[in-house]
């Protein structure tokens, strides 16, 4: 499956974005999708992740409350949105798809990434 990212860009704090990830691929109703994102300097982390049937998401804690995933697997795309965005969310964010996880090893493939960035 082959992943691709979109809707990053250069926001104040306290914007909204909507990132897409969308797959190609006739299986993308039974592909868990994870968000993750790096930050200069450091490790990749994990954001989110949804089920191949949404039945199931997980977020980490410091973006409870303000991201959500969702997709729609008529259109092959899992969306984060994210609300009242800080400059510590500034990174490259990335999909991937595989084991519904919140590791990089549960996933196998993985998007080129897009960039947000969330000025003070």
Not at 5 to 21: F, N
Not at 70 to 87: E, F, G, I
Not at 92 to 103: E, N, P, V
Request: charge should be positive; charged fraction near 15%; hydrophobic fraction near 35%.
């Amino acid at each position: 499956v082959q992943l691709v990212e979109s809707g990053g860009g250069l926001v104040q704090a306290g914007a909204s974005l909507r990132l897409a990830c969308t797959a190609s691929g006739r299986t993308f109703n039974r592909i868990n999708i994870g968000w993750f994102r790096q930050a200069p300097g450091k490790e990749r982390e994990f954001v989110a992740a949804i089920s191949f049937n949404a039945y199931s998401t997980y977020y980490r804690n410091s973006v409870k409350g303000r991201f959500t995933i969702s997709r729609d697997n008529t259109k092959n795309t899992v969306y984060l949105q994210m609300n009242s965005l800080k400059p510590e969310d500034t990174a490259m964010y990335y999909c991937a798809a595989g084991a519904f996880g919140i590791t990089e090893s549960s996933y196998d493939h993985w998007g080129q990434g897009t960039q947000v960035t969330v000025s003070s």
